[in-house]
Every structure is written in structure tokens, then in C-alpha cells.
């Protein structure tokens, strides 16, 4: 996939996250990027995953081809984390001493602007960046303010497939993946655009994602689908304010989507706010054909979907 970005003269890449894994999951011929040593903790640990990556010769043909714009998820830092908690329920101390750990490695090896991080374990990494009058694209960060999951599985963290009517707290009211200040900010930005284009870059799937066939709705709480009340604020406000082409990308999930974007997923008269495009991952395997079947059948938002490439 690098090889292939590289030989496409492209302009530029967005990449939304997971720019490398801290562990691997299943069987090892699965993997095109199996890594063989433990989880990376401390900063040399993290340095060396990263140098690791970097030996791959096509990814270096892919950042010398053209600009990057990068945003991380959770892969940089752990699976699923949520702010402070990691997805084994670390002490808090322990885990911001990694989390410092894996975003001083970050800022060391991405194209990120000269003092954007100062140590420690905050970073401000989401902002604007302008294409002239074309373009302003929107660079969250979905993990360091984001509100803890709900409905995890006895003792751990992080992400869960649940069934909606089995997990009221997901409906919380004021539930935030964004965190207050970037919601402000974002709103501010989005306001004052007087670009053609309004790119919200974030990292995962934003549209309403019903995993199972049948008449239960299951979720997987990581996303956008664990906070549905901030991002129906959210689409609420582009739609409000009427915000100038607005488009979604995102990633995460390992399969490639076009998406109708609403208030109210639930609703086909509800009106369409926004497009969204999901890129599929680069080396990891994506879901088998019959999820992604059973996808595009109870979510008729998904316009399209395809996890059988990179």
C-alpha cells in the first residue's frame, strides 16, 4: 500500500492514526507486521518500534513523495485507551508516565511542527490547516480528553460490543470524545471557514455502524457509536450552521467506507449533513465478507464498504 501511495504522485496524505501497533493480536501469518517483542512502555521501548517501521522501504518512499498531515489513535500509545485509563486499568501515575513516553516517540519520528510538545503526557495536536481559500482541514484527536468507555467487559477498559438497549449509559447526556475545550475550538473553526471545503479528519468511523444482523443494534462503544450524544451535537451544529461542504474522513476499522452522515441514523428522512469517507488499513486484516455484508444491510447510511483490500 505505501509502494503504491508513493507511485501515484500524490499531493498529500492525511494519515488518520495507528501509524504503528504496540502489540499484535491472532495468528501470526495474519500479520504483514507481526512484531515479535513485548508492548513498548518506556521511551526507548516506543523509539524503537517506531525505527522498526521506519525500516520498511516503501513507508519511506511514501513520506519523501509528498507532505503528510498526521493525527494518532490509539495504537501509538495502547489499545482502546480513554484519556488517562489504560485498557488494563493501569494506576493512573503509571499509565501517564507511558502515555508521556509513547507521545515523546511520536513527536520525535512524525512530521509535526517544532514545539508542539513541550514533555510530559499532554500534547496539543489537533488544529487547522489551510489550503488556501480550497481547504480548511480539521485535525482532531479522539483519545487524550475523551470520556471513559461505558459497558466494557469485568475488569478491563477500553471498547465493547454491546447491544444499544443493554447499555442505557452510552445515551448519557454531555458523554464526550472530543473533550469541552476541542468541541469549543472545533465549533469556532468550523464558523469562521470561508474555504470551499470543510475536512473534519479524525480517526475513525463517525457514522452509526449496527455490527450484527437482526433486530438489535450492536455497537462497538470505541468509536463515535460509544458517544452517540456528542456526535449528534455535532452533526446538529454543522447542519445548524450550515457549514460549507463539510466532509468526514476517518479510519480505524480496517475496511473502506462511503457514508451518508445524519442527526438521526434511526430516521431516512432525516437529512443529510455531511459525507464521510473511511480508509481502510495498511497492512492489517479488515473484517470477513459476511460482516461487511451484514454492514451494508442494516445501515442503509453505509453507501459503501470493502474490507477485502488494503
Known amino acids: ?57 516503501h513507508l519511506q518512499a511514501a513520506h519523501a513523495a509528498c507532505p503528510w498531515l498526521v493525527t494518532w489513535d490509539d495504537h501509538e500509545v495502547d489499545n482502546d485507551y480513554a484519556n488517562d485509563r489504560s485498557q488494563d486499568l493501569d494506576a493512573v501515575d503509571v499509565f501517564l508516565r507511558r502515555r508521556a513516553a509513547a507521545y515523546q516517540a511520536y513527536y520525535e519520528h512524525m512530521p509535526l511542527p517544532p514545539g508542539s510538545y513541550a514533555g510530559g503526557p499532554h500534547m496539543k495536536i489537533y488544529g487547522t490547516q489551510a489550503m488556501g481559500a480550497l481547504a480548511n482541514i480539521q485535525m482532531l484527536d479522539l483519545r487524550q480528553y475523551r470520556d471513559y468507555h ?47 471545503w470543510n475536512v473534519i479528519a479524525q480517526t475513525t468511523l463517525m457514522a452509526q455502524a449496527d455490527r450484527e444482523p437482526g433486530p438489535e443494534r450492536i455497537v462497538y462503544t470505541d468509536g463515535w457509536d460509544g458517544y452517540p450524544r456528542a456526535r449528534e451535537k455535532l452533526l446538529g451544529f454543522i447542519a445548524e450552521r450550515r457549514i460549507r461542504n463539510p466532509v468526514v474522513i476517518g479510519g480505524d476499522v480496517h475496511f473502506a467506507s462511503a457514508n451518508e452522515l445524519k442527526i438521526d441514523f434511526d430516521n431516512e428522512k432525516s437529512p443529510i449533513v455531511a459525507s464521510e469517507f473511511v480508509a481502510t488499513s495498511i497492512s492489517s486484516f479488515g473484517p470477513n465478507h459476511a460482516r461487511i455484508e451484514a454492514l451494508l444491510s442494516d445501515n442503509p447510511h453505509v453507501k459503501y464498504a470493502n474490507g477485502s483490500r488494503r
Open 150 to 196: 461505558v459497558c466494557s467487559r469485568l475488569g478491563r477498559g477500553g471498547g465493547n460490543q454491546v447491544d444499544v438497549a443493554e447499555c442505557p449509559e452510552l445515551a448519557t447526556p454531555g458523554r464526550s470524545l472530543l473533550g469541552a475545550a476541542q468541541e469549543r475550538w472545533l465549533e469556532q473553526a468550523l464558523t469562521k471557514s470561508a474555504a470551499r
Open 1 to 57: 500500500a505505501y509502494r503504491d501511495m508513493a507511485q501515484q504522485k500524490l499531493d498529500l496524505v492525511i494519515h488518520v492514526g495507528d501509524y504503528i501497533y504496540e502489540s499484535s493480536w491472532g495468528r501470526r501469518s495474519e500479520f504483514v507486521r507481526y512484531v515479535s517483542t513485548p508492548e513498548p512502555y518506556t521511551l526507548d521501548d516506543y523509539r524503537n518500534r517506531y525505527a522498526l517501521y521506519k525500516t520498511d522501504l
